[in-house]
DNA sequence: GTGAAAGCGCTAACAT
DNA sequence: ATGTTAGCGCTTTCAC
């Protein structure tokens, strides 16, 4: 009960080799009747051909890898399916794996992409370090960042504007109507979580608003952070009239609080947050978000992936940052805001 | 700038081929000396194995391949997150594919991991018939069908208790003192749609409550149907005073109506759901929810296909139910409750 | 302990 | 239009 390979095709057809293979491939140039003799012996054999010796030769396995850091974010699901379709149009085959946020498992991933030869590479790196790309730069596979940078090597990237979102969520805050603006804002040495910051500052200054420091809490894009800055904001002699979360989780962890210790979205504080949460909608009133173009995300990424695996010539680097769309549902305004 | 292959560590090292690749695979019997010099060429190389040229020789890739039917699910991530985890830890590799509930990218997804020889398939079908996998029943492949049944092969298979988990929903707002109780439920030509509501049935038998046809609503599965079932549930001259509702999107849609209509949940009425959603615990009051254990799904169903891919004979095909578990929060109680 | 060589299944010259 | 064959990079007998 051997697998039959193309040999087995041959002799049942009573061809060569090479004649199987030119008919698998649809190369043409082959009699009608000889190629319906093969086509019988594959269907009666069952034949399926093996890609890994296809490979071998080809030296091309049309696979790319995928590397996301946690596949229980919804975003990278959104993500991936950008990628996934982009590439089953061109016929490629997607590996998705998952580091779970940690370098070492990023570098065996990246390693046993590399022995499965894969032809390209999309990432969303657990360390933006990016030494442990090293081996893939080497053998000059080509690589595409996506959502998070690499420092150490010029790859093409493509990312969602950070400050641009930040900047447009702050702005809207204002254009509300509030001025006791507060940011739950991320790690400071983290890109993501420093550039949020970056955004929300550039908005108020832009509108003449000072900022207050008392406003700005620091969390780690976890929700208990969220959760817990939300309620020493609440404390203060002087709450703030809104907030700016910097990320889902701390979303999530913020809208607990609030529902917790009373504070009345819509009405005592207005609220929005970096990144789209799926019940957003259904929460009362529904969320006001940044949200930031997974898919095409996924699709621009591939777009350049392929770019790079069907061009000769090194291409010069791209960088490529979308832009984010604010959802606005109705977290923003107070139904008696405060002037 | 070719890949280094074998033979250039080889030759770099001056030893045959045969003795790189004993170091490499960690095989023994090699002179610390020779191994030294082996592992030094490798690593002025930086050589990587090419794990086709391997798996061509060994017939095995050390690769298993996992299908799940939809990635944006928020359960596949964490079946999935069970299967790579336990994977890894026995040196497998794990391709996953998403069919995107299309039974002819499932039938593609198959027939390109055959190509790949993978060693082991777990699935999650958009196609419970099963004929899609033919080819890798033939080539006697292992298979382990996870959380979906395959109707026309014999194959192990991991699932959750529908019957049961409905049963203890059910029961549960029994218990609550609830006696008119509503159920969402599936289509009925579904498995877990009809099991679901078995075990609805049978929790009502048993505590001698007669099923009222006018809360018995049949929904697709999809949020809206939940929301207009319950829009009609409330509309009875007599709403029932407890929810069950069949899966997650449609406890979604549930809770929108809920809101929208004023129907007030945890004082009017109860509700309980199958499937937990990732906001459970935030809405007000915290929602009770049936929770299948997705992540022991995966492990248990890597486990079986390992049993396979390890053992020799042909192992009897084995069923496993995992129990689910009900998640006891709020939502069921009312605070003034109609008895 | 180490090497020589066959061969995994396929493709792509090169022949015919 | 079809066949012959070398060789992709590796592992694994079988020798020595």
Not at 90 to 99: A, D, E, M
Not at 110 to 132: H, K, M, N, P, W
Not at 165 to 181: C, E, F, P, S, V
Request: proline share 5%; hydrophobic share 35%.
């Amino acid at each position: 009960m051997r697998k039959p390979t193309i040999k087995d095709v041959a002799i049942l057809a009573n061809v060569s080799t090479a004649t199987v293979s030119r008919v698998v491939n649809r190369q043409g140039g082959i009699k009608s009747k000889t190629e319906e003799r093969v086509q019988k012996a594959i269907e009666q054999l069952s034949y399926i051909p093996n890609a890994l010796a296809r490979s071998m030769v080809r030296k091309q396995t049309n696979t790319i890898g995928v590397i996301i850091p946690d596949i229980n974010n919804p975003f990278f699901p959104l993500l991936v399916s950008g990628i996934e379709q982009q590439a089953r149009k061109k016929g490629y085959f997607t590996i998705l794996c998952n580091s779970n946020e940690s370098p070492e498992i990023e570098s065996e991933l990246i390693q046993v992409l590399l022995e499965r030869s894969v032809d390209g590479l999309i990432i969303t790196t657990a360390d933006e370090g990016g030494y442990q790309l090293q081996p893939v730069i080497e053998r000059m596979i080509p690589v595409v960042a996506v959502d998070r940078q690499i420092k150490n090597f010029e790859v093409d990237t493509v990312l969602v504007g950070n400050v641009d979102g930040a900047y447009q969520a702050t702005r809207h805050l204002i254009l509300q109507g509030h001025t006791k603006i507060a940011i739950i804002r991320g790690p400071q040495k983290t890109t993501p979580g420093y550039e949020r910051f970056v955004g929300f500052q550039r908005a108020l200054a832009e509108y003449n608003l000072e900022l207050d420091e008392r406003y700005v809490m620091e969390g780690d894009f976890r929700e208990q952070s969220g959760y817990e800055c939300t309620k020493k904001l609440f404390k203060l002699n002087e709450p703030p009239t809104a907030i700016f979360t910097s990320n889902n989780l701390m979303t999530l962890g913020c809208l607990k609080a609030l529902t917790e210790i009373g504070w009345i979205l819509g009405e005592q504080v207005g609220l929005i947050g970096f990144d789209d949460l799926d019940f957003a909608e259904f929460v009362n009133p529904p969320l006001t978000v940044v949200s930031r173009p997974m898919r095409q995300l996924g699709e621009a990424a591939f777009d350049l992936l392929y770019a790079q695996m069907t061009s000769q010539e090194d291409r010069p680097k791209r960088h490529y940052v979308l832009s984010p769309e604010i959802k606005i549902r109705q977290s923003c305004s107070l139904k008696s805001p405060k002037q």
